[in-house]
């Protein structure tokens, strides 16, 4: 007789880590995707689902500083990283990378601007003053179907100079 094995991918568990600088601990299935977990336990919906399939980049985080789509990674490989979303980006005002964007009219319909922006904010960490082609290879996994990637790069670049 063969018994039915529980599934296993529905159990919950307690998983905690950093986000944005708070830590947070959270009770789901630990198979559960980063990305969602962000937005619909967390609240943090800035991080945007595009195509769940690591294609577009939308959902890109940083974690432990590396930027990562977050709809490819389980929650559970979260546990104990520190995890930045584009909320974490600004302190009640605009980043010098965000309000490049905007004077650049870098940010068309929002879907891709996250990503582009935490792409971007993983670049200028570690490469403060990066020739163009580093710029966008660092954005390159982020797909933009709006701008033509010239006024995002512009904007990137000019941040770059102003930080």
Same mark, same amino acid.
């Given at each position: ?49 595009? !195509?769940?399939? $690591?294609?577009?980049? =939308?959902? @890109?985080? #940083?974690? &432990?500083?590396? /930027? ?43 879907? !891709?601007?996250? $990503?582009?922006?935490? =792409?971007? @904010?993983? #670049?200028? &960490?570690?490469? /403060? ?35």
């Amino acid at each position: 007789m063969n018994e039915a094995q529980p599934d296993m991918s529905m159990e919950r568990v307690d998983i905690a880590f950093e986000v944005n600088g708070a830590a947070v601990s959270v009770c789901v299935p630990p198979v559960r995707r980063l990305s969602s977990v962000l937005r619909d336990e967390l609240r943090l919906t800035g991080t945007k689902i595009g !195509c769940d399939a $690591g294609d577009c980049g =939308a959902c @890109t985080v #940083l974690v &432990d500083g590396e /930027p990562v789509c977050a709809c490819l990674m389980s929650v559970a490989s979260a546990a104990g990283t520190v995890v930045a979303t584009v909320e974490g980006l600004a302190n009640g005002r605009l980043s010098a990378l965000q309000a490049s964007f905007l004077d650049h009219g870098a940010a068309q319909c929002g879907i !891709c601007t996250p $990503g582009l922006l935490i =792409a971007a @904010t993983a #670049l200028l &960490d570690r490469t /403060p003053c990066p020739t163009e082609a580093e710029t966008q290879d660092a954005l390159g996994g982020i797909l933009c179907r709006c701008t033509g990637y010239r006024k995002i790069v512009a904007a990137v670049m000019d941040a770059s100079r102003h930080a």
